[in-house]
């Protein structure tokens, strides 16, 4: 089967501080980001998605899960996919996020550990994982050419998979475009 006939989603994006552009209490974008993120779910699920992955950092990987599960309340066949990069991750997590992790963890339908401990890498390594599973990419990418979100969009548009920046609204599509 090849990636067109399987409609997988996988998220990629900032953690919170960077996501809520340096406020972390910026509830206002806070809600933005959610609300597009959930608007994007529900038009992938009518386009024929069902499959999602994320990654399970804290920010938009965790927003991103949170409106799978959402829509999943309505829409039962949709499965979200946690794609850990090491067992310990939450315990650099904030308590709060810690505990959404551990809510959010139990309720998604696969979980796939991909290491036992961290390892220089390991989240370069799970993002791999999720693109090579993906037909598209949802980010949050700010289009900084730097850190992990701009390397995995990197990566997702060198494996030609289409990539929506809900940062920007914009789609991407060919290397040139980054």
């Known amino acids: ?4 006939e399987r409609k997988v989603a996988a998220f990629t994006g900032h953690r919170t501080k960077r996501m809520l ?11 933005q980001i959610r609300e597009k993120v959930a608007d994007m779910v ?13 990654g399970f950092a804290e920010g938009f990987d965790m ?3 949170e409106a799978v599960i959402k829509l999943r309340e309505h829409y039962e066949d949709i499965v979200l996919v946690a794609a850990i990069p ?18 959010l963890l139990g309720q998604a339908d696969r ?14 390594r799970r993002d791999e994982y999720m693109v090579s599973r993906a037909s598209l990419v ?7 050419r730097e850190g992990g979100t701009y390397h995995t969009v990197r990566k997702a548009v060198e494996r030609g998979r289409t990539v929506i920046n809900l940062y ?11």
């Open 86 to 103: 090491f067992r310990s991750q939450p315990a650099w997590f904030d308590p709060q996020d810690q505990l959404l992790y551990r809510e």
């Open 63 to 65: 927003t991103a899960a």
């Open 1 to 4: 089967m090849n990636m067109e």
């Open 168 to 178: 920007t609204g914009e789609e991407i599509t060919k290397v040139t475009d980054l």
């Open 42 to 54: 529900m038009y992938l699920y009518g386009q024929g998605f069902r499959e999602f992955y994320s």
């Open 111 to 124: 979980v796939v550990m991909l290491s036992e401990n961290y390892y220089r890498g390991c989240y370069l």
């Open 138 to 144: 949802i980010a949050y990418w700010d289009n900084v």
């Open 21 to 31: 552009r340096g406020d972390a209490d910026n509830r206002v974008l806070a809600g």
